[in-house]
């Protein structure tokens, strides 16, 4: 009974502070949810769109400037609007699923989308995370938008005008509309879908106008070289199903006059649509609006920076709005009241959490230690999702949108089960949780090899997966691998499973050194004989690794730094090697991909020489400078970076942002700290960014960082007093901030080399347990 009080009195005092906090400081205000979207295909500034939408809410909706189909849905440079889309992409690569649009319109009825198009211009647009609002001057219509998770309002105010109209779009590939016998209620579905989706895949929708219609016409397109024609005599409440279906609804306006239209959709069903658009109950746009913001506000509020410059402030909520939106969920509440899902792995509908639309490869690495951090709440309902993802397909995803996709290496779905548990996070099941981690070091995705191991076979037995056997990318491959090894041992350690199982991942983890090239010290892909590849190019982009070359793949060893000090002889030369990849010009070798890919452009560019921070592979790294006692070097490091490659700016990242991975390195990077090794209970120190940000944790402490004397000059730390106490250790450990307090830092322009230096200051390496 004491314990249920003491937790009530918790919740209870977190959701205080944040109430408080949001409204005090209103964090929303600072985001630009187009940050990132000014990116073309050969150079990447984002690769984003406006998402407006809830804290990781099962839609998103956005205007439309790219075609149908177009990853690039909005394109800041575009100058007009075809659409508002409902969305749910993670990324341009991986593209679209469950998406239909509604464009309003006036005069003579033009369905396609380049006719329908109108101009727009960004001095007429309003882009929040709540909140969306652009003038669409062929029509004259102002059109607004406002969201809850998974239902939204649209407000259009037209001008006068006889012939005005909302169209419904239900996309090609097979579609179906039905207006209801009153003539107010629209219901359909959508299909399409870019892949990791089952057969009985749709995306049910249902639309409600508060304006009655004069008349209607459906339009549909019969196939994949038809056109769209008109369809007449059509009764109400019939179905019309075919290749594409559009719905134009007409009615006369006054000048000034609003329409309102109610829309949401679900995965399982179309009444289960009719439950969700109750989440908009009678509640006005502008009422929705409002709690959308607050919602926004208690959320980014967990995290209040001051004493930045304006475009420092804007830039770190912009990047934290980003870490909010992926995985998204994927689950919804039946009539009920109980969780359910869709499974995109089976199609059956279930009960339980899913989340979905991120790619493990990017985001292990500090997006969802962030979420433990910050957010150990929701990211429980997350790896309850992971859990039913594994009952429901044999496999853990590593790409899911929504189900498996085949895309990039490593079986880094152990990082982020393993961190969270390590943290508290954990599961009911963990035995079923730890199954899956074990299947998949001995099974790969029949169909979707970028699932599971690819190459386990010969890494299980030869301890790295050859490159002359026809796996592409296999050193990175194996550098990943005997990570993920490591996540095991920690976990079966810490869950005291058999010591021969725990010795055989402990064996493993150690797997990286079979890499590890004397003669260049990098990394190098080994052949099935022992020998190393050649000709051997460190230059040399994609082959044995992925989207990097060997300068940026030789640091992912990230549970054994001192490891890798080891290999190349100690700290001097360690240091010497990451000093390197600073000084090294920006050369490349494109061969493998036969062309320049825009992850090289973006290294090239930047004038920092070979690293390339618009990529995952080497964000880390500048941390690395803290395990050879030089951490003076990761400080100054990374708020170059942070000044130089990030910006509240349509171009303001410098490659891809990564469903938050990017955007979260730069938030912890802001705080003054970052999970190198997701696993362990550390965060490396780099230098704070702010002169005091403030952390409100879900358990109601509070941490607070102060750094009054920072500066654009002032980057490098000449103390730390933890809690009132000198700390010189290059790492802070997850419970002492959880526990909250104080960190004073005194900075300063010119290095501390005294501090940081000795043995018990060094990071955890496994080298060293």
């Given at each position: 009974?004491?314990?249920?009080?003491?937790?009530?009195?918790?919740?209870?005092?977190?959701?205080?502070?944040?109430?408080?906090?949001?409204?005090?400081?209103?964090a929303v205000e600072y985001v630009?949810?187009?940050?990132?979207?000014?990116?073309?295909?050969?150079?990447?500034?984002?690769?984003?769109?406006?998402?407006?939408?809830?804290?990781?809410?099962?839609?998103?909706?956005?205007?439309?400037?790219?075609?149908?189909?177009?990853?690039?849905?909005?394109?800041?440079?575009?100058?007009?609007?075809?659409?508002?889309?409902?969305?749910?992409?993670?990324?341009?690569?991986?593209?679209?699923?469950?998406?239909?649009?509604?464009?309003?319109?006036?005069?003579?009825?033009?369905?396609?989308?380049?006719?329908?198009?109108?101009?727009?211009?960004?001095?007429?647009?309003?882009?929040?995370?709540?909140?969306?609002?652009?003038?669409?001057?062929?029509?004259?219509?102002?059109?607004?938008?406002?969201?809850?998770?998974?239902?939204?309002?649209?407000?259009?105010?037209?001008?006068?005008?006889?012939?005005?109209?909302?169209?419904?779009?239900?996309?090609?590939?097979g579609s179906s509309i039905r207006?209801?016998?009153?003539?107010?209620?629209?219901?359909?579905?959508?299909?399409?879908?870019?892949?990791?989706?089952?057969?009985?895949?749709?995306?049910?929708?249902?639309?409600?106008?508060?304006?009655?219609?004069?008349?209607?016409?459906?339009?549909?397109?019969?196939?994949?070289?038809?056109?769209?024609?008109?369809?007449?005599?059509?009764?109400?409440?019939?179905?019309?199903?075919?290749?594409?279906?559009?719905?134009?609804?007409?009615?006369?306006?006054?000048?000034?006059?609003?329409?309102?239209?109610?829309?949401?959709?679900?995965?399982?069903?179309?009444?289960?649509?009719?439950?969700?658009?109750?989440?908009?109950?009678?509640?006005?746009?502008?009422?929705?609006?409002?709690?959308?913001?607050?919602?926004?506000?208690?959320?980014?509020?967990?995290?209040?920076?001051?004493?930045?410059?304006?475009?420092?402030?804007?830039?770190?909520?912009?990047?934290?709005?980003?870490?909010?939106?992926?995985?998204?969920?994927?689950?919804?509440?039946?009539?009920?009241?109980?969780?359910?899902?869709?499974?995109?792995?089976?199609?059956?509908?279930?009960?339980?959490?899913?989340?979905?639309?991120?790619?493990?490869?990017?985001?292990?690495?500090?997006?969802?230690?962030?979420?433990?951090?910050?957010?150990?709440?929701?990211?429980?309902?997350?790896?309850?999702?992971?859990?039913?993802?594994?009952?429901?397909?044999?496999?853990?995803?590593?790409?899911?949108?929504?189900?498996?996709?085949?895309?990039?290496?490593?079986?880094?779905?152990?990082?982020?089960?393993?961190?969270?548990?390590?943290?508290?996070?954990?599961?009911?099941?963990?035995?079923?949780?730890?199954?899956?981690?074990?299947?998949?070091?001995?099974?790969?995705?029949?169909?979707?090899?970028?699932?599971?191991?690819?190459?386990?076979?010969?890494?299980?037995?030869?301890?790295?997966?050859?490159?002359?056997?026809?796996?592409?990318?296999?050193?990175?491959?194996?550098?990943?691998?005997?990570?993920?090894?490591?996540?095991?041992?920690?976990?079966?350690?810490?869950?005291?499973?058999?010591?021969?199982?725990?010795?055989?991942?402990?064996?493993?983890?150690?797997?990286?050194?079979?890499?590890?090239?004397?003669?260049?010290?990098?990394?190098?892909?080994?052949?099935?004989?022992?020998?190393?590849?050649?000709?051997?190019?460190?230059?040399?982009?994609?082959?044995?690794?992925?989207?990097?070359?060997?300068?940026?793949?030789?640091?992912?060893?990230?549970?054994?730094?001192?490891?890798?000090?080891?290999?190349?002889?100690?700290?001097?030369?360690?240091?010497?090697?990451?000093?390197?990849?600073?000084?090294?010009?920006?050369?490349?070798?494109?061969?493998?991909?036969?062309?320049?890919?825009?992850?090289?452009?973006?290294?090239?560019?930047?004038?920092?020489?070979?690293?390339?921070?618009?990529?995952?592979?080497?964000?880390?790294?500048?941390?690395?400078?803290?395990?050879?006692?030089?951490?003076?070097?990761?400080?100054?490091?990374?708020?170059?970076?942070?000044?130089?490659?990030?910006?509240?700016?349509?171009?303001?990242?410098?490659?891809?942002?990564?469903?938050?991975?990017?955007?979260?390195?730069?938030?912890?990077?802001?705080?003054?700290?970052?999970?190198?090794?997701?696993?362990?209970?550390?965060?490396?120190?780099?230098?704070?960014?702010?002169?005091?940000?403030?952390?409100?944790?879900?358990?109601?402490?509070?941490?607070?960082?102060?750094?009054?004397?920072?500066?654009?000059?002032?980057?490098?730390?000449?103390?730390?007093?933890?809690?009132?106490?000198?700390y010189t250790k290059n790492f802070?450990?997850?419970?002492?901030?959880?526990?909250?307090?104080?960190?004073?830092?005194?900075?300063?322009?010119?290095?501390?080399?005294?501090?940081?230096?000795?043995?018990?200051?060094?990071?955890?390496?496994?080298?060293?347990?």
């Amino acid at each position: 009974m004491k314990k249920a009080i003491s937790i009530c009195i918790t919740i209870f005092s977190v959701l205080a502070i944040e109430q408080a906090m949001a409204e005090t400081f209103d964090a929303v205000e600072y985001v630009n949810p187009l940050v990132g979207s000014q990116s073309v295909f050969a150079l990447s500034t984002g690769n984003t769109y406006p998402a407006i939408a809830r804290p990781w809410g099962m839609n998103f909706w956005t205007p439309q400037t790219g075609k149908m189909g177009n990853g690039w849905t909005y394109v800041y440079t575009e100058n007009k609007i075809r659409g508002f889309k409902q969305t749910h992409q993670p990324s341009p690569w991986i593209n679209d699923y469950g998406q239909f649009s509604i464009m309003p319109v006036t005069g003579d009825v033009k369905v396609d989308e380049d006719s329908r198009a109108s101009w727009f211009s960004h001095k007429a647009e309003i882009s929040k995370p709540y909140y969306y609002r652009v003038y669409l001057a062929e029509h004259d219509v102002v059109t607004e938008i406002t969201p809850t998770e998974r239902a939204a309002i649209f407000r259009f105010t037209f001008p006068e005008n006889d012939n005005s109209a909302v169209l419904i779009d239900a996309f090609d590939r097979g579609s179906s509309i039905r207006i209801s016998a009153d003539g107010q209620t629209i219901s359909g579905y959508s299909t399409r879908n870019s892949g990791g989706v089952p057969d009985n895949f749709k995306n049910y929708f249902v639309v409600r106008l508060d304006k009655k219609i004069a008349s209607y016409r459906f339009y549909v397109k019969e196939g994949r070289e038809g056109e769209l024609k008109p369809l007449d005599n059509q009764r109400l409440n019939e179905d019309v199903s075919n290749y594409h279906v559009i719905l134009a609804l007409k009615f006369a306006t006054k000048k000034g006059e609003t329409v309102h239209a109610r829309v949401a959709s679900s995965f399982i069903s179309e009444a289960q649509a009719e439950i969700n658009i109750k989440e908009l109950g009678n509640k006005s746009f502008d009422e929705i609006s409002s709690e959308g913001k607050a919602e926004w506000n208690k959320t980014l509020g967990r995290i209040a920076v001051e004493g930045g410059t304006d475009s420092q402030m804007r830039t770190f909520y912009s990047c934290l709005y980003r870490s909010l939106l992926f995985p998204r969920k994927f689950y919804e509440i039946d009539a009920q009241g109980n969780i359910v899902h869709y499974s995109p792995y089976n199609g059956k509908v279930l009960p339980g959490f899913m989340f979905t639309d991120t790619g493990f490869w990017d985001t292990f690495r500090c997006l969802f230690p962030f979420l433990n951090l910050m957010y150990p709440e929701m990211n429980k309902e997350m790896q309850e999702g992971l859990v039913n993802a594994y009952k429901e397909s044999g496999f853990y995803p590593e790409w899911a949108s929504p189900g498996h996709r085949d895309c990039m290496v490593g079986n880094n779905s152990a990082s982020i089960l393993v961190d969270a548990y390590l943290k508290g996070v954990r599961v009911d099941d963990v035995e079923t949780m730890y199954k899956g981690l074990l299947n998949a070091t001995e099974n790969v995705h029949p169909t979707v090899h970028s699932t599971g191991r690819l190459g386990y076979e010969y890494y299980n037995r030869l301890g790295y997966v050859p490159y002359d056997v026809k796996i592409n990318e296999n050193a990175a491959r194996t550098l990943e691998y005997a990570y993920n090894d490591w996540c095991i041992y920690r976990i079966a350690k810490e869950l005291k499973r058999p010591q021969a199982e725990i010795d055989l991942f402990a064996k493993r983890a150690m797997n990286y050194k079979n890499l590890f090239d004397k003669e260049s010290s990098l990394m190098r892909g080994r052949n099935s004989d022992g020998t190393f590849q050649a000709p051997f190019s460190p230059l040399k982009w994609g082959d044995a690794f992925t989207e990097g070359n060997s300068w940026h793949y030789t640091w992912s060893v990230f549970h054994d730094p001192q490891g890798l000090i080891d290999l190349m002889g100690g700290r001097k030369q360690f240091v010497t090697m990451l000093d390197s990849v600073f000084t090294v010009p920006p050369l490349f070798d494109d061969s493998y991909y036969g062309q320049v890919i825009h992850e090289i452009r973006e290294m090239q560019v930047m004038n920092m020489g070979n690293y390339a921070h618009g990529n995952q592979p080497v964000q880390h790294m500048i941390y690395l400078y803290n395990y050879a006692a030089e951490p003076w070097k990761a400080q100054y490091w990374l708020r170059r970076v942070m000044d130089q490659m990030y910006q509240a700016t349509p171009d303001g990242y410098c490659g891809d942002e990564d469903n938050g991975q990017t955007s979260a390195w730069y938030v912890f990077s802001a705080l003054g700290f970052y999970p190198v090794c997701p696993g362990t209970d550390e965060y490396v120190l780099g230098a704070p960014l702010f002169k005091k940000a403030t952390l409100t944790f879900a358990n109601g402490n509070r941490m607070t960082i102060n750094a009054p004397d920072n500066s654009e000059r002032n980057v490098y730390i000449k103390s730390l007093m933890l809690n009132g106490v000198p700390y010189t250790k290059n790492f802070v450990r997850h419970n002492d901030l959880q526990k909250g307090g104080v960190m004073d830092y005194r900075m300063s322009e010119t290095p501390e080399r005294t501090r940081g230096i000795g043995k018990d200051d060094m990071p955890y390496s496994f080298s060293n347990r």
